[in-house]
Each structure stands twice: as C-alpha cells, then as structure tokens.
C-alpha cells in the first residue's frame, strides 16, 4: 500500500545552515528508502508564502495568496512509500529528519483504477 507522508514544521525554527542540512539528511534518506524498495517520490516544497489557494464556490474561482490554513505549523514537504502496514510507514515517518522539529502526518493512499500512468 502507498503513504503519503506529509512533512509539518514551523518555517520560522531554521537557524543558519539547518534547513540545508535537513534536506541534505532528507534526501540520503530517500537513497535508502530507494535501496530498501520502498522509495516512490519525495519532495520538499517552496516556503509557505508562496503559496495560492483555490476555491470553487458557486461556479467561482476564489484565489487567495498563500495557504489553505493559516496554522503554527505548515507543510513543508512529502516522502511516499510503498510498504505493507502501517506500522512500516510509521517507523519510516520517524526516520524522516523534520520529525525531530515538526509533525508527520502519515495518509494511506486510495488507488483509482483507470487512472493515466505518467512519471514525475
């Protein structure tokens, strides 16, 4: 089964050097998720006042600057995982560096059939 695991932090908490060395430390991660099997695709995102929000309501687009919710924490990045329990993508989720300074919100993922396969 695929998990997404959705990386929280509050973006204010970097000092010097430690948003680079997380993401250094992310992506060695993925190398040895990748060597476990268990890697499908990780990424970390832009700050969060980058951010556009889109809403349909009554067959009107609502665009907002910025995020969904306004939060202490914000997304920061994802990692998915193909493994068998949850079990497994939790003790993943507790390798992922953030983890240390943030929230990792583990989410099964529903697989459509009929969806297109197309690679990132």
């Not at 959705?6 to 992506?27: F, H, P, Q, V």
């Not at 099997?37 to 809403?55: E, I, M």
């Not at 995020?67 to 079990?87: C, R, S």
């Amino acid at each position: 089964m695929k998990y997404l695991l959705l990386a929280y932090i509050d973006e204010t908490i970097w000092k010097e050097g430690e948003k680079e060395a997380c993401m250094d430390e992310s992506r060695k991660l993925c190398h040895a998720l990748n060597q476990e099997g268990v890697y499908v695709h990780a990424s970390p995102l832009h700050d969060v006042d980058t951010a556009t929000s889109v809403r349909v309501r009554e067959g009107e687009s609502l665009i907002t600057d910025g995020p969904f919710a306004e939060t202490h924490e914000q997304l920061g990045g994802y990692f998915m995982v193909n493994v068998n329990t949850l079990d497994e993508a939790m003790a993943i989720a507790a390798r992922i560096p953030s983890a240390r300074v943030g929230t990792i919100e583990i989410r099964p993922m529903v697989e459509l059939d009929n969806m297109p396969e197309k690679k990132i």
